[in-house]
DNA sequence: ACCCCGTATGAAAACGTTTACGTTCCGCGC
DNA sequence: GCGCGGAACGTAAACGTTTTCATACGGGGT
C-alpha cells in the first residue's frame, strides 16, 4: 500500500490539513511545523496521488496530443516542439496517436476526458461534428493543420500555400516552364493547400493551362512512380515539385535511374525540408517548414487557452512561416529565404 | 460544469451503481436497463472522469515514459514503437524528456506517481540510488539500454556489443587492417558497449595494438572533426567506424572535401541504420538497431509485468538483437546479415 | 402456502486529495 | 480585566467513480 496524506498526518502529529498547507507551500502554517511536516513526507517517501488531487482541483498539468501517426520525422519533430514547450510550462503529454478510422479517434478522445488541462489535434477525421460530438463541453482545444474553421476552437496551420507558391515562383524565375507536380493523400488539408499555391502561381504567371498533377501518397514509392510517369510525358517537365522530401527523394532516385540529370535536364523540389534533404544528391531545394516550432506555437497558444479566463477573446487564426530553401537540384546557390 | 455518473443516473431514473454497471458491462442489470441508460449517457454525451475513476481502481490505462531527450531518429522510432504495442493494449503514454540532470529527472518520475501504471524509463541518470529514492514503492518499471543492473527492475538492452564486434570483424574481413573509431559521449551506456565490441574484436584478431578511438558527441560535427582528425593520423586508418550513424556521415563530409576516395582509400561505417544512412553518398554501411521493435519489447514486458501478480519470477535481461548492414560505403555489396 | 434462492437494484463506503469553515489560543488595546 | 482580532490548526465536505453490502422481488420446489 501506498504512503499517503493521512500517513504523513500522523507520524507529524498534525491534520491531514495542515500537511496538506505545507507541502504546497500555502500560509497559515509555522514555519517550524512546515519544516517539521517537509521532513516526515521525506522520510516517508511521500509523493501525492495525482489522480486524487486532480479530482478535487480539477487540475491535470498535463495536455493531451492526438496525432493521426507517428510516423517519420515530421510527428518526431512536432512532439519534440510541443514537449519543449509543455516542459517549460510544467506540464506532461499524453500522447495518443495512429487512430486509423474516426472511430478510433473518437476512442482516443474520449479517454482523454479527465485527464488532460487541453487538447492538440491534428486528425484527418476532426471536422467540426465529429469534435462536437466527442469533445466534452469546454475541454481548450488547438486544432493544427485542420480544414476545420470554427471560432468555437483555436487553430494553427502552416502557410501551405504561401510556401508553394513561392517554390513555385521560384522555379518559374529559374525559366522552368513545364513543372509537374505529385500531390499527396487527397484528404490531407496542406497536401491541397499546396497544390492550390502550385496552381495558383502557374495561373498568375499566365500557364494555366500547364498544370500537371500526378498522385502520390507521401511515401517515396510513391515518388519513385510519379518520376517514373513524368519520364514517359511528352513533352517532358523541366521541373518536378512534390509536396513532401520523401517523394521528392524517390522521384530523383527514378531520374538517376534513367540518367537523366537533375537539375540540368529536370529540376526538383520538394517540401517540408526533412533533415536528410541536405544529404541526398543532389541536396533537395524544398521548403522549410519549422515543425518544432509550430509545435511550440501550439502549445503556447493551448496554455493561453487554459490559463485565459471565459471571457477571453479568441485569438485569430494563426499561420506559421514556411522559407524556401534553394539547394542543388533546382540549380540554385544555397539561400534561405523566409517568408511570412 | 461537467456532466456526471448522477446526471446520467436521475435522467434514467436508476441509481448510480446501476450506471456503473450498465456501462461497464457488469452483469446485474437488465437488458433493457442497460440499453435505457446507455441511450441516456450517449443522449448526454456523458463521459467518465477518468481520475475520479483510477482514484478507486488503482488503473490509469496508462505508461510513462522516461526519455533523455527526443531528438532525432532514435527516438521517433523509439516512441512509435512504444505507441503501437500500448494502443494494441488500450494504454495511452504519458511522455517526460529533456530532462537535463537528475533534479529534473527526478521531479518527472515523482509527476508520475498515481498517473501510470507503469515506467518505461531510459535515462542516464537513471541509476539505482535515483531509482530507489524516487520510484515509489512497487511501480512497475522496465529500463531501457541502462547500466543499471538490478533484479527489482527489468531491463531492455540493444545488442550493442554484438553489433559492433560483427561490424568490425566485417571491416577486417574485408582486408581493412587500421580501423579506427569515433566515439560517442563517455556517459553513454551504448557507447562503452560499442566501444568494447570493437576493441575486443581488434583483440581476437591479434590487432589489440591497433585501436584508435577519436573523440565525438554523436553529432554529425564531432564526425566532420574526428574525420579530419583520422586524416591527419600517419599512417592514415584504412577504416572509420562510428559509434552512429550522424557521425558517420559528417566523417563522410570531412573525406569528400579531402578528396578522399569512400570507400577505396578508407571505408565508412556507421551504427544505427536511421532512415537517412540509404540516402547518403556512398550509401552508408551500418549496424541495424530495430528501434521501433525495441519500444514494443518493452512495452510488452512492461504490459506482462503490470498483469502478473506479485509472485512471479522476475524475467531475464532482454537484448534485442542488431544486424549487420553493408552498403557501398565500405565497399560491400549491399547484404543484410541478422545477428542474435 | 411457505421458504428459499438468485437476480435486479439501491444505499453508502471508499479512494486521496484540497479547501471552506470552525475552533482555539495568544497578544494587544481599551 | 475584558473583549477582540488574527494566526494556527483541525474537522469535514467535496470531487466522481467503483464496489460491497443490503434490500426487494419473483418464481420454483416442497
Redesign the interface.
Known amino acids: 500500500m ?1 504512503v499517503t496524506i493521512k500517513d504523513v498526518a500522523r507520524m507529524a502529529n498534525v491534520s491531514v490539513a495542515s500537511v496538506s498547507r505545507a507541502l504546497n507551500g500555502h500560509s497559515g502554517v509555522t514555519a517550524e511545523t512546515q519544516k517539521r511536516i517537509r521532513e516526515v513526507a521525506a522520510r516517508l ?1 511521500y ?9 478535487i482541483t480539477r487540475r ?3 495536455i493531451g496530443a492526438l496525432l493521426p501517426d ?4 515530421f ?2 519533430e512536432l ?2 516542439g510541443i ?2 514547450a509543455a ?1 517549460a510550462h510544467g506540464l ?7 487512430h486509423g478510422d474516426a472511430t478510433e479517434a473518437a476512442i ?1 478522445l ?2 482523454m ?3 488532460v488541462d487541453g487538447l492538440l489535434v491534428m486528425s484527418p477525421h476532426a471536422d467540426e461534428a465529429f469534435l462536437d ?1 466527442n469533445l ?2 469546454v475541454l481548450p482545444t488547438v486544432l493544427i493543420n485542420s480544414h476545420v474553421r470554427s471560432d468555437r476552437h483555436a487553430a494553427l496551420d502552416v502557410d501551405d500555400y504561401g510556401g508553394a507558391r513561392i517554390m513555385t515562383e521560384h522555379l518559374l524565375g529559374l525559366g522552368r516552364k513545364r513543372i509537374a507536380f505529385i500531390a499527396g493523400p487527397e484528404v490531407n488539408h496542406d497536401v491541397q493547400e499546396r497544390c492550390r499555391g502550385y496552381r495558383e502561381a502557374l495561373a498568375a504567371a499566365g500557364l494555366g493551362d500547364r498544370v500537371f498533377v500526378l498522385p502520390g501518397d507521401f511515401t517515396e514509392e510513391s515518388g519513385y512512380h510519379a518520376g517514373k510517369q513524368a519520364l514517359a510525358m511528352v513533352p517532358r517537365p523541366d521541373a518536378i515539385f512534390a509536396a513532401n522530401d520523401m517523394m521528392a ?1 524517390g522521384c530523383l532516385s527514378a531520374l538517376s535511374e534513367a540518367k537523366v540529370r537533375t537539375p540540368e535536364d529536370i529540376a526538383v523540389a520538394g517540401f517540408d525540408d526533412i ?2 534533404a541536405r ?3 543532389p541536396p533537395l531545394t524544398t521548403v522549410r517548414v519549422r515543425i518544432a516550432e509550430l509545435g511550440e506555437a501550439a502549445l503556447e497558444r493551448l496554455v493561453r487557452m487554459i490559463e485565459a479566463p471565459e471571457d477571453a477573446a479568441p485569438e485569430p487564426r494563426t499561420v506559421v512561416a514556411t522559407e524556401l530553401v534553394v539547394r542543388a537540384s533546382c540549380g540554385g546557390n544555397g539561400t534561405v529565404r523566409r517568408r511570412a
Open positions: 501506498s517517501r509523493v501525492p496521488h495525482n489522480a486524487a488531487r486532480s479530482l491535470t498539468q498535463t507517428l510516423h517519420g520525422a510527428f518526431s512532439i519534440r514537449d519543449l516542459r506532461y503529454m499524453l500522447v495518443s496517436s495512429s482516443a474520449r479517454a476526458q479527465g485527464r460530438e466534452p463541453i527523394i533533415p536528410m544529404y541526398v544528391t
